[in-house]
């Protein structure tokens, strides 16, 4: 039998896909769900679970921010009419691997959003920054925030603009319980691009905040 595995960011649409993986055949749930998974992907704070359905097996896998998330995700599977079979693989955030590869791999899938021209941090991106303050606070490392901007406008301006940026997610870092002292903010404006700025693409590429270990904590 095929497999399918989707990315869901809500627990309505989690318990969705749950429920159809366990009634219907797996053709039909791509052809039902896929719409509606990529409507439920900005929507609540499980954007980190992976569910993987085979018939009326269950597996569910990706990083919690804690324990009390992990077990949450597997209390909507096993409460799941007709759901024969659960397996909880979904791991805590500092289990396994190193903080620069778990940074690495949350900002590769989605980006932190900003108001068009400003440092206000867009509500779609709260859940995103929770899962990156969790990674931070189990981490015994320094980090540094970098902002960087696309090459549109004046060159001072997009550098004092991404240094705003990068110091809105440290404030963010810091309150939700990273030492101030461990989280540094920088910004590069437009200088260090990653992708054509000539191309609409490109240009949002290049608008971006990454989260670079600096070293271990003294």
Not at 47 to 76: C, M, N, S
């Amino acid at each position: 039998m095929s497999r399918l595995q989707v990315l869901l960011t809500g627990a309505g649409a989690l318990l969705l896909l749950i429920v159809a993986c366990a009634a219907f055949s797996v053709p039909r749930i791509e052809a039902e769900l896929g719409g509606q998974v990529n409507d439920a992907k900005d929507q609540a704070d499980f954007f980190w679970v992976k569910v993987v359905a085979e018939g009326q097996h269950i597996t569910l896998t990706g990083t919690a921010p804690d324990y009390v998330a992990r077990q949450r995700v597997a209390a909507f599977a096993l409460r799941t009419p007709g759901v024969t079979r659960v397996d909880n693989h979904i791991r805590l955030v500092g289990e396994s691997g190193t903080c620069q590869q778990e940074f690495d791999n949350f900002l590769a899938s989605q980006q932190i959003e900003f108001a068009t021209g400003s440092a206000v941090i867009e509500p779609s991106s709260y859940s995103l920054l929770a899962m990156l303050a969790a990674i931070a606070r189990n981490c015994e490392a320094n980090i540094q925030v970098i902002g960087h901007t696309d090459g549109e406008g004046d060159r001072r301006r997009n550098i004092a603009l991404s240094r705003k940026r990068a110091a809105s997610v440290k404030l963010y870092l810091v309150r939700s319980g990273v030492p101030d002292d461990r989280v540094e903010a920088l910004g590069y404006g437009e200088s260090r691009p990653i992708a054509d700025n000539a191309t609409a693409e490109g240009r949002e590429q290049n608008r971006r905040i990454e989260i670079r270990v600096a070293g271990i904590r003294s």
